[in-house]
């Protein structure tokens, strides 16, 4: 049973556009959620992160939206840069769970020059 | 300065065999955790720790053992290695619950 979906396996984007990721979750009891990037044969790296009781957070290029009554939450990364060509995570937890994040099963983005 | 590192980074081994992967991080963090990811890519917590305490423990098979000799370390042993354990296994550390975890740079462990 995947409670983070993440149905679109890559996306290609030119330098200069923006790039939207998707991420669906079943599980209404998650109220934070976080997205990692991760580079080959690295570890995922923290991006970005929001709670439930908001419904965008934004860091430079990069802004996070959340709809609680769709469950479903993206991340934007404008302009796009080759430097981001990496996996990219979604991660949800609930609370009282110690911690225990939840991953999607990422989406390779390529930025093309 | 690595925040969060394991050792090794591959390793190879044959079915049957018993073999350990160390965990460290110089983050000051209470919080450790091991995640397999398998070859779907599928990132799953296994185990975590909290001050040497254990506070998740998934449904993973008992071959699967981790130890925590402080906070700063978290060590996983696996029993009578199987096929099915190649993965990549990522240790992460956090501050107490809620907050951001750090990953290790993953070992990729290949059972023949």
């Known amino acids: 049973d995947q409670q983070v979906k993440q149905n679109s396996p890559s996306l290609s984007v030119q330098e200069g556009r923006i790039s939207i990721l998707n991420c669906d979750y079943t599980?209404?009891?998650?109220?934070?959620f976080l997205w990692y990037k991760k580079y080959p044969a690295e570890g995922p790296t923290f991006l970005i992160s929001?709670?439930?009781?908001?419904d965008k957070n934004e860091d430079g290029r990069f802004t996070v939206f959340l709809n609680k009554s769709a469950k479903h939450l993206s991340l934007h990364i404008v302009p796009s840069q080759p430097g981001d060509s990496a996996v990219y995570f979604c991660?949800?937890?609930?609370?009282?769970?110690?911690?225990?994040?939840?991953f999607g099963t990422g989406t390779r983005l390529q930025v093309t020059l | 300065d690595t925040a969060v590192s394991q050792t090794p980074k591959y390793l190879v081994t044959q079915m049957g065999n018993d073999k350990s992967i160390k965990c460290e991080q110089n983050?000051?963090?209470?919080?450790m955790y091991w995640y397999k990811q398998d070859s779907k890519k599928f990132l799953k917590i296994m185990f975590s720790?909290?001050?040497?305490?254990?506070?998740i423990n998934e449904t993973v098979p008992n071959r699967f053992s981790p130890k925590s000799p402080d906070k700063a370390h978290l060590n996983l042993h696996i029993n009578s290695l199987e096929l099915g354990d190649s993965a990549v296994y990522f240790c992460?550390?956090?501050?107490?619950?809620?907050?951001?975890?750090?990953f290790g740079p993953g070992t990729r462990l290949t059972v023949l």
């Open positions: 599980n209404s009891m998650f109220d934070y």
């Open positions: 991660a949800a937890s609930a609370p009282g769970t110690a911690s225990k994040l939840t």
């Open positions: 720790y909290n001050n040497k305490e254990l506070i």
């Open positions: 992460a550390s956090s501050l107490p619950a809620g907050d951001t975890q750090y």
């Open positions: 983050l000051g963090h209470d919080t």
């Open positions: 929001i709670s439930s009781i908001k």
